[in-house]
C-alpha cells in the first residue's frame, strides 16, 4: 500500500503547527535530544500573544527558542520530567519552569491516566514504505504521549538515527494528524563525560566487584563514565546491557570487546534502552543497528523486568548521602538538579537480581562557591528542601574514593559507622559528634 498521499494530505507548514496552540493548552514537546526545532521557532514568534501555555518534556540538551522568547514564563511554562542543563536554568532561575516528581519508569502511565496533552509536538525520522516513523533516540514514553495528545504533529528530521529492535518505538502514519518537515539540523549532542583522579578510586572500587556476564545500567556523569572507561581496559567478558540512558560509554565497551549479552536472561545479544543522548558516535552506532534495543520506559526501569536479569549491576551518582544511608541525587536543598528519573527503579531492581548489586557513588567532598571552602558529601542531615531519591530501606552499596559499605541489614549505628568510614578523613570526627546528638553512635564503635 502507498501512504505517499496521506502523507501529503497531511502535510502542512511549521508556522500552521504553531498555529493550532491556544492559551492555557498543554503541549508536550518530546524528550531530551529531540525536542522540536522548526515547530519551536514558530511558536516562539507567539511569545506575548499566548498565555500559560504548558509546555512539557526534560533532559534539554539545547535551549528552546520559546524559552529565548519568553524568559519569564508568562506565554509558556516548562514542565520538565527530569531536569538538563537548559531545563534547570529555567527552573531555578525563573518563575516559568517546574519539576514534576516522578519514579521514571511510570511516565507512560502517568500520560495515559494523569497527564492532559492538547498537542504533541514529537520528531521522527522520515516515513518508510509501510507508512511508520521511526521515533529514533527515545521510545522512553512517546508512544504514551501520542496515545493521549488530542493532535498529533510529528516534525520530520532526515538526520534522526533509526532505532531497531525493540517496540512502541514507531508511530504510523494514520496515528499522525499532520507532518512538518522540518530544516534537518544535526541531532542535538550531550558531550561524553570528563573524570578525574577522584572519580577513577570509585571507579576502581566498583570494577572489581563486577563479574564477567554481569549486566550493566550506568547513569550519567564523570563516575559511571570512569567505571566504564576501567571496564573497556579491564578483563571483564561477556558484559549485558539494560539501562534506561544509553550512552558514549557503551560503544567504547562494545569496541573494546566487553558486551555481548550472551548471558542475559532476557533480550539476549541485545544493548536495551529506554532512550539515548551523547555524541555522534553514538548516535551512529545506534543507527539500522540490530544489536540496540530502543524499548518504552515502563519496560527498561520496571524492577521486576530487570530483577530477570542474573548479575545485574547498577552505577549511579548522588549529590549527598545521610548517615543512615539516605540517598539526595536531584536536588542540593531548594536548588533543582536533575530528577528521580530511574535511580530508584535501578536500585531496587538490581538488589532483587539474582547476585545483583546497585551502587551509589559519590566524592566525599565537594567545593562550596557560596562558603568558599571544601565540604562533605556525607551529612548527618539534608539541607532543607533536598529532595530523598532512595531511601534507607532500599539502599545496597555506597562507594567513595575512601571505600565502599553495604548497608543492607545494618542497623543505624552501623550504618553511621560505615558511612563516615568512607568519608574524607577531615570530616570524620565531627560526624562521630553528630551521630552521637542524634543517638546513632555506640562509644564501642571501632573509629
Not at 75 to 91: K, T
Not at 142 to 169: C, H, Q, R, S, Y
Not at 224 to 249: C, Q, W
Not at 344 to 349: I, Q, R
Amino acid at each position: 500500500m502507498d501512504y505517499k498521499n496521506e502523507y501529503n494530505e497531511k502535510l502542512i507548514t511549521a508556522e500552521k503547527a504553531a498555529s493550532f496552540v491556544k492559551s492555557g493548552d498543554y503541549v508536550d514537546y518530546g524528550w531530551a535530544g529531540q525536542t522540536p526545532v522548526a515547530i519551536d521557532k514558530e511558536l516562539a514568534k507567539r511569545a506575548g500573544e499566548l498565555k500559560d501555555v504548558i509546555v512539557r518534556g526534560g533532559v534539554l540538551l539545547a535551549v528552546p527558542e520559546i524559552f529565548k522568547a519568553d524568559p519569564n514564563g508568562d506565554s509558556f511554562v516548562w514542565f520538565s520530567w527530569h531536569a538538563g542543563g537548559p531545563d534547570r536554568g529555567r527552573i531555578n532561575n525563573t518563575d516559568g519552569g517546574f519539576y514534576i516528581p516522578l519514579r521514571y519508569s511510570e511516565l507512560p502511565r502517568l500520560y495515559r491516566e494523569n497527564s492532559k496533552v492538547d498537542i504533541a509536538y514529537l520528531v521522527v525520522a522520515p516515513m518508510d514504505k509501510h507508512g511508520y516513523f521511526n521515533m529514533g533516540l527515545n521510545a522512553s514514553h512517546l508512544m504514551a504521549v501520542i496515545e493521549t495528545a488530542d493532535k498529533v504533529i510529528v516534525e520530520v528530521n532526515e538526520n534522526l538515527p533509526i532505532a531497531l529492535g525493540g517496540f512502541e518505538n514507531e508511530v504510523h502514519i494514520s496515528d499522525v494528524d499532520f507532518v512538518v518537515e522540518g530544516d534537518n539540523p544535526p541531532m542535538a549532542e550531550l558531550p561524553a563525560g570528563s573524570f578525574g583522579e577522584v572519580d577513577k578510586k570509585v571507579a576502581e572500587i566498583i570494577v572489581n566487584e563486577i563479574p564477567n556476564g554481569a549486566c550493566i545500567q550506568l547513569g550519567i556523569g564523570g563516575m559511571p563514565n570512569a567505571v566504564g572507561s576501567l571496564i573497556a581496559e579491564s578483563d571483564l567478558k561477556d558484559l549485558g546491557v539494560h539501562t534506561e540512558m544509553f550512552v558514549d560509554a557503551f560503544v567504547d565497551l562494545y569496541n573494546a570487546g566487553k558486551v555481548n549479552g550472551s548471558r542475559k536472561n532476557i533480550d539476549r545479544f541485545r544493548q536495551t534502552y529506554a532512550f539515548a543522548a551523547g555524541t555522534k558516535k553514538l548516535y551512529d552506532f545506534i543507527d539500522n543497528n540490530p544489536q540496540c534495543m530502543a524499548a518504552p520506559v515502563d519496560y527498561t526501569n520496571d524492577a521486576r523486568i530487570i530483577s530477570k536479569l542474573d548479575n545485574f549491576v547498577s552505577i549511579n551518582n548522588a549529590v549527598n548521602v545521610d548517615l543512615v544511608g539516605q540517598v539526595s541525587s536531584e536536588s542540593s536543598g531548594f536548588k533543582h538538579i536533575s530528577g528521580a528519573g530511574g535511580q530508584l527503579d535501578f536500585v531496587l531492581g538490581a538488589y532483587l537480581s539474582e547476585g545483583g548489586k546497585s551502587f551509589i557513588c559519590l566524592s566525599s567532598t565537594f567545593f562550596n562557591k557560596k562558603t568558599n571552602q571544601e565540604e562533605s558529601r556525607i551529612v548527618p542531615n539534608f539541607e532543607t528542601g533536598s529532595a530523598i531519591t532512595v531511601p534507607r530501606p532500599i539502599t545496597n552499596y555506597i562507594v567513595t574514593e575512601h571505600g565502599m559499605f553495604n548497608a543492607k541489614g545494618k542497623s543505624n549505628w552501623e550504618r553511621a559507622e560505615g558511612i563516615i568510614n568512607i568519608a574524607a578523613p577531615q570530616f570524620r570526627d565531627e560526624l562521630i559528634k553528630e551521630a552521637e546528638k542524634i543517638g546513632i553512635w555506640r562509644n564501642s564503635n571501632k573509629r
